[in-house]
């Protein structure tokens, strides 16, 4: 499967974003899919994960409260939606996918992962 993450930009904060990682290749549904974001000078931090089901999300504590990750099986696609954005939330997003993952099963770490999309930029002005 190959993912293409789109929908970052300038937003000032405050304001809201909608990224979409779409897939290609073969379809998502038993895979448990992630975000995870790398900001200037640091290294990459876990922001949200959907299960394979989609009964079972979580969030890192920076985001919690504020964003929501869901999956359309229908299109494909995981989005992350993001609200109430700060300027320490500025970084590079990236989806993630992990195979063969149980149900209601969670990953939280990058290694846990096998397959990457490009990343889209998300800057937030103050």
Same mark, same amino acid.
């Given at each position: +499967? /190959?993912?293409?993450?789109? $929908?970052g930009? =300038?937003v000032?904060?405050?304001?809201?974003?909608?990224?979409?990682?779409?897939? *290609?290749?073969?379809g998502?549904? &038993?895979? #448990? =899919?992630?975000w995870?974001? /790398?900001?200037? @000078?640091? @290294?990459r @931090?876990f922001?949200? +994960?959907i *299960?394979?089901? $989609?009964?079972?999300?979580d969030?890192? !504590?920076? #985001?919690?409260?504020?964003?929501t990750?869901?999956? !359309?099986?229908?299109? &494909?696609? #995981?989005y =992350?939606?993001?609200?109430?954005?700060?300027p @320490? !939330?500025?970084? #590079?997003?990236?989806?993630?996918?992990r195979?063969?993952a149980?149900g209601?099963s969670l990953?939280? *770490?990058?290694? !846990?992962? $096998?397959?990457w999309g490009q990343?889209?930029? +998300?800057?937030?002005s *103050?």
């Open positions: +499967v /190959q993912l293409q993450a789109s $929908g930009g =300038l000032q904060a405050g304001g809201s974003l909608r990224l979409s990682c779409a897939a *290609s290749g073969r998502l549904n &038993n895979y #448990v =899919l992630g995870f974001r /790398q900001g200037p @000078e640091k @290294e @931090e922001v949200a +994960v *299960s394979r089901t $989609g009964s079972n999300t969030y890192g !504590d920076p #985001v919690k409260g504020r964003f990750i869901s999956r !359309d099986r229908t299109k &494909n696609t #995981v =992350l939606h993001m609200t109430s954005l700060k @320490e !939330d500025t970084a #590079v997003y990236y989806c993630a996918a195979s063969n149980r209601m990953y939280y *770490s990058a290694v !846990d992962y $096998g397959t990343g889209t930029q +998300v800057t937030v *103050s």
